[in-house]
T-cell receptor
């Protein structure tokens, strides 16, 4: 079974803090993705990576950066957290192309105060 | 125009009913189509891929109409455990990422 894990299920941070969200997959998948999910807005793609050290902006990259130093790990960084970044963050991975299924981690609920 | 549009519902149906969800997509170059299911406060999980010829998996049937850019999901003999949000998903032009609809909420009642 594919397993995607995320470092925290719940996180509370203060405005201005630097926040790291970690995601690890154990199936040697090429592609990894970060989404946020908000009520009424659905899932929105923040960044994705199709190879180690490679990254592409998604639909809403502003205020975020990512890091992929190893194939199995994809980190999402909030350089200076703001209240409008309070959300559910979901990491996903897929084998190679978009034709393949994306497998999601359990999500991190982030609250920025 | 939104990339993927779904009726948000909620759809409230009794057990045993048949229910159908529809979805339209805007990018005629899209090649891959999926239905994902998301339970409350859980991550999305693949329910089924949607193939051009239509496909069935037990009580679930998915159909694709490329000419109308329309995807459907039919659930027969609804179970209480089918209560969830169903997400219509289409690949983006770039080929790597997917566009998710906002989801259709289904509640199956006893």
């Amino acid at each position: 079974d594919v397993k995607v894990t995320q470092s925290s299920r719940y996180l509370v941070k203060r405005t201005g803090e630097k926040v790291f969200l970690e995601c690890v997959q154990d199936m040697d998948h090429e592609n990894m993705f970060w989404y946020r999910q908000d009520p009424g807005l659905g899932l929105r793609l923040i960044y994705f990576s199709y190879d180690v050290k490679m990254k592409e902006k998604g639909d809403i990259p502003e205020g975020y950066s990512v890091s992929r130093e190893k194939k199995e790990r994809f980190s999402l960084i909030l350089e200076s957290a703001s209240t409008n970044q309070t959300s559910m963050y979901l990491c996903a991975s897929s084998v190679n192309l978009a034709q393949e299924t994306q497998y999601f981690g359990p999500g991190t609920r982030l609250l920025v105060l | 125009r939104k990339e993927v549009e779904q009726d948000p519902g909620p759809f409230n149906v009794p057990e045993g009913a048949t229910v159908a969800f529809n979805c339209t997509y805007s990018n005629s170059a899209s090649q891959s189509f999926f239905w994902y299911r998301q339970d409350c406060r859980k991550e999305p999980k693949l329910l089924m891929s949607v193939y051009s010829s239509g496909n069935e998996d037990g009580r679930f049937t998915a159909q694709l109409n490329r000419a109308s850019q329309y995807i459907s999901l039919l659930i027969r003999d609804s179970k209480l455990s089918d209560s969830a949000t169903y997400l219509c998903v289409v690949n983006q032009n770039s080929g790597y990422a997917l566009n998710f609809g906002k989801g259709t909420s289904l509640l199956v009642t006893p």
